[in-house]
């Protein structure tokens, strides 16, 4: 498969990550991240979760959109009926 974009090594599971019209071969996910994840406008870590994006940019978290001037207000949090319970929590804890 070749070897890694980021680090040149040709070592260990190969796999390729496409996102867009981008694509990738890496030998880690580190790699992976490191070239493909986008980065923080404020601080310049690499986004792994969900980001805060406005129109002057994207950030990992509001804390760093506060600290760019982007006055984002955190989303309301509701009741998912994705999310799993944590171990030993009951459904109805009222």
Do not use: W
Request: charged share 15%; aromatic share 4%.
């Amino acid at each position: 498969m070749g070897a890694c974009d980021v680090c040149g090594s040709s070592e260990g599971r190969m796999f390729t990550v496409s996102m867009g019209n981008q694509t990738g071969t890496f030998d880690s996910f580190e790699c992976a991240i490191h070239m493909m994840a986008p980065a923080c406008e404020h601080c310049g870590c690499r986004i792994l979760g969900h980001p805060v994006e406005s129109e002057a940019g994207i950030y990992c978290c509001l804390h760093c959109a506060r600290e760019a001037g982007n006055p984002h207000q955190a989303a309301k949090t509701e009741h998912s009926t994705v999310a799993v319970p944590a171990q030993g929590a009951t459904a109805d804890q009222g």
